[in-house]
């Protein structure tokens, strides 16, 4: 069964945060196994905001975390990768308060990762494993969670626009594919928007390097990296947001027309209810006890 891994160097990059257009330097550290993904602000005397579903902040255009009013902004796309990759625990260290966006996807993120390695760490990864449903409704929307003993993503959504209208795809994160399939997928945001979340400070760091730009009738910015690149865009930022459960999941996810809001909604209503889930390595001889501080740090 699998071990945590941690990132084998330190790697770092720069670029601005897409709400804030705040430029921002990066580090990623190796971390010691039990850590977790905590972010450091080294602006801010390297005060630290551990990655769970306790930090969530306000969640409207991207995901944050708060912590006594420390906020890291736009956590999504990297922890998608980190959790694409198998990367368990490692310090981002950040000078300003967003991730950079980068490219809108979570490729430069893994990119960076791969190419400083991963290294295997001595405990043994603990997996949430889902052991009753949970579904949540919201109107049309949709979110859920159902056993299994795999990790896996189906999603669809639905959106008004020539290029989109509706798209489903299932993923399954164990078989590998992320890398190929979801990591290359870039954030969107339609013309029509564009102003108006200009003007309320939202997408200061937009631009069509790091946006796919929606028009009334196509996207400004071609080509598309896949046909379907929405919805796989959707399944990255889900995964993203259930990072902040802390462990890599072993469930069946199934979300329609979902956003950020609900795939937190998600975390919090998994991470309140400990009868929903247990901690396991697989390995049949853990032990339960073994778990018990991670589920106490978690609720
Ligand atoms: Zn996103």
């Known amino acids: 069964m699998p071990f945590e891994q941690t990132i084998r160097t330190a790697v770092e990059c720069t670029g601005v945060g897409l709400h804030s257009g705040a430029p921002v330097r990066m580090r990623i550290l190796p971390a010691v196994a039990g850590t977790g993904v905590v972010f450091r602000r080294v602006d801010l005397d390297d005060f630290e905001v551990e990655a769970n579903g306790r930090n969530v902040a306000k969640v409207s255009y991207a995901t944050s975390l708060m912590k006594k009013g420390v906020l890291i902004s736009t956590t999504e796309h990297l922890l998608s990768a980190f959790i694409g990759v198998g990367l368990d625990n490692a310090i981002v260290e950040l000078d300003n308060l967003e991730v ?3 490219d809108g996807s979570a490729s430069p993120i893994v990119n960076l990762v791969m190419r400083a390695g991963l290294r295997q760490q001595r405990r043994r990864r603990h997996y949430l494993r889902i052991r009753r449903e949970v579904e949540i ?3 049309d929307k949709f979110i859920a969670v159902y056993p299994s003993d795999t990790y896996s993503v189906s999603y669809a959504i639905n959106f008004p626009h020539p ?3 509706q798209e489903t795809l299932e993923v399954d994160l164990t078989s ?3 890398t190929r399939e979801i ?4 954030t969107f945001g339609s013309l029509q928007d564009e102003q108006a979340l200009r003007n ?3 997408i200061r760091g937009a631009s069509e390097q790091n946006v796919i730009v929606l028009t009334p009738d196509g996207i400004k910015n071609p080509p598309l990296r896949f046909p379907n690149e929405f919805v796989r865009h959707k399944v990255l930022d889900l995964i993203g947001d259930l990072a902040l459960i802390g462990h890599q999941l072993l469930g069946k996810v199934v979300a329609d027309r979902a956003g950020h809001a609900m795939h937190t909604a998600l975390v919090q209503r998994i991470l309140k209810d400990s009868s929903l889930w247990e901690l396991t390595t697989g390995e049949a001889d853990s ?13």
């Open 137 to 139: 409704r919201e109107g």
């Open 100 to 102: 950079p966006i980068l």
């Open 200 to 202: 309320m400070g939202l």
């Open 176 to 178: 590998g594919d992320y």
């Open 163 to 165: 290029l989109i209208g």
């Open 183 to 186: 990591a290359p997928a870039r």
């Open 287 to 299: 032990s339960p006890t073994d778990a018990l501080p991670s589920i106490a740090e978690l609720a």
